[in-house]
């Protein structure tokens, strides 16, 4: 039997359990990858003929985070608290760092090693912090949208540290090397052009694929263009990660975003697996058990560290206590950049094997404990406003949430003459629809008018959730095919218990499963052709208009129709009433 085939079988099976397990309990599945990999360390051997395929396999999962989160980078998140970003983030992650430095440099470090530890203690995790806030549905709490605006500063940090690492390097150079100062200055040549030419190309490219409505061009285009910027940025003497990154932020504010992230998402799901798991590989399992007390006390001063600094940057800036101290809890751990920061640093032999190994078993033990530490960041932060400030006396970790935008919220998926329809009566009675549709001209007009459209396929996930699906009161379903349908209202059904639920069918016969997919009203095509057809029959024999009224509700009412549109939103008055 092919022994690594079974092993490799056993830890894909074993992840599963682990996930479904930890997600039961509300803990981040993060954490079941990084312990699947530690449980996985010793057999790795076994599951790879050379360590370089852990790297490979590592660097993999790396690549697309970084795509991904230049995707997802929140330009208007960043707008809303620029004070944090840039005031916060910075304080944060200057004190950490210059005091971490000093104390390891005085201690005799040499000081670029000292520099590269520090500046990977100051790093916290986006990944497991906001998969955290948003698991407990905190997502627009003030305590994450303060984290998140330090996250992405610190993932700047990050980025920059990794293209200037090699400036350092203490590895032997060939004849034929750049200086490291000719390098960095062709860099930043080289860089601005890979994203120009990117910002020029790429959207050029996705127009034409999206115009095509292909959606396999569409999800192999998506990843070819991760891979290529990043290649663009390596060949340029930048790093993978960077290059990854730049192809995202290139990206990210076109109308594909939402679509490449659906498309990418379970790809993306398990790079992300597999870079965790090789982290959790990387721990010597001897190490930790010989170095437990020096590990626990180093955790112990870690966390109370990056509390009390992240705390005081944000108190700085006049951010509540209670919010600040939230804040500094939730954030105090290593992030999953400081193991891309390591591992080139250990290339460039800035850090000698004893040290890496040690920063490497701490960060992983910070992140172990990270789920708890943002689940208690509310009360904690709430203890410590109630001794320092006036607080309100609110239930610890329930801060109010970003202010809706409208208290009724509508989507409408599909934006055909049904659609279009809708759109207008939603209008005339107040209410701002967003519109979900596949034709990426349509979405285009649509955001050039002013309403807010988002292209992409409303069966998944990632669409709905940008098109705010679990804030919104309506989704009213205007596909004209049943297999289109059915995912739109099972998935919205999942991530909005209390949505009201409005779909169109083509015939009876569809009732059930739509009804168990989560329709809350349907509206048949069948019975409004019966209906029709019964107005013509009777006007050709002369019945009054009255009489074909009243045949065309005994129609509906016999073939069932369970509710139209305004039927269920008798409450909301027409501005034109």
């Avoid at 207008?424 to 107040?430: A, E, T, V």
């Avoid at 205007?478 to 069918?505: Q, Y």
Wanted: include cysteine; proline fraction near 4%; hydrophobic fraction near 55%.
């Amino acid at each position: 039997m092919h022994e690594p085939f079974v092993i490799l079988t056993v830890m894909t099976l074993g992840a599963a359990a682990l996930v479904g397990l930890l997600q039961r309990l509300n803990i981040s599945p993060i954490l079941g990858y990084i312990v699947l990999g530690i449980l996985a360390g010793p057999f790795q051997e076994h599951l790879f003929s050379d360590h370089e395929q852990i790297n490979t396999m590592a660097e993999f999962g790396i690549v697309l985070l970084l795509f991904f989160i230049g995707l997802e980078f929140h330009l208007d998140e960043l707008r809303a608290n620029l004070r944090a970003f840039l005031g916060g983030g910075a304080l944060q992650t200057g004190v950490t760092t210059a005091a971490a430095t000093a104390a390891l440099h005085f201690s005799g470090m040499p000081l670029a090693g000292a520099l590269t530890i520090g500046v990977m203690l100051a790093l916290s995790s986006t990944a497991l912090v906001m998969k955290a806030f948003e698991d407990k549905r905190q997502g627009d709490s003030q305590r994450a949208r303060l984290s998140l605006a330090i996250l992405l500063f610190q993932d700047i940090v990050a980025i920059v540290s990794v293209a200037i690492l090699p400036l350092a390097s203490n590895a032997p150079k060939s004849a034929a090397e750049l200086h490291p100062a000719a390098r960095l200055g062709l860099l930043l040549i080289i860089l601005p052009l890979v994203f120009v030419g990117s910002r020029y190309l790429l959207p050029r490219m996705f127009q034409r694929v999206a115009a095509a409505r292909t959606p396999e061009s569409f999800s192999l285009l998506s990843l070819g263009a991760c891979f290529s910027v990043a290649l663009a940025a390596q060949a340029a003497g930048a790093s993978l990660a960077l290059g990854a990154f730049l192809g995202g932020l290139v990206l990210c504010r076109t109308p594909f975003a939402s679509q490449i992230l659906a498309d990418l998402s379970t790809l993306r799901n398990l790079a992300l697996g597999f870079f965790f798991i090789t982290i959790g590989m990387l721990v010597d399992l001897k190490y930790v058990a010989a170095h437990i007390p020096a590990l626990l006390g180093a955790l112990a001063a870690l966390v109370f560290f990056k509390v009390l600094i992240t705390s005081a940057a944000l108190r700085v800036l006049r951010i509540p206590a209670a919010a600040a101290a939230g804040v500094g809890l939730a954030l105090a751990q290593i992030g999953e950049f400081s193991f891309v920061l390591g591992r080139e640093a250990e290339k460039a032999r800035l850090l000698d094997a004893e040290s890496y190994t040690f920063v490497l078993a701490l960060a992983v033990l910070s992140m172990l404990v990270t789920p708890f530490l943002v689940d208690r960041s509310g009360a904690f932060g709430h203890w410590i406003g109630m001794r320092f400030e006036k607080v309100a006396h609110e239930t610890p970790g329930t801060e109010e949430p970003a202010p809706e935008v409208s208290q009724v919220r509508a989507i409408v998926v599909g934006y055909g003459p049904v659609g279009r329809t809708l759109s207008r009566i939603l209008k005339d009675f107040g209410i701002e629809p967003t519109i979900i549709d596949m034709n990426i001209e349509t979405v285009k007009k649509l955001n050039d008018g002013g309403l807010k459209a988002v292209f992409g396929d409303a069966g998944r996930r990632e669409i709905l959730l940008a098109a705010g699906v679990e804030s919104a009161t309506y989704l009213l379903v205007t596909l004209p095919d049943l297999p289109g349908r059915i995912p739109v209202v099972a998935t919205a059904r999942i991530l909005n218990a209390s949505l009201k639920i409005l779909t169109r069918a083509r015939y009876i016969g569809e009732q059930a499963m739509l009804e168990e997919s989560g329709a809350s009203s349907i509206a048949y095509e069948e019975a409004e052709v019966a209906v029709a057809l019964a107005g013509f029959l009777l006007r050709e024999i002369g019945a009054p208009d009255p009489e074909i009224q009243r045949e065309a509700a005994r129609i509906r009412a016999e073939i069932a129709v369970r509710s139209g549109f305004t039927a269920v939103m008798p409450a909301i008055k027409s501005k034109r009433g």
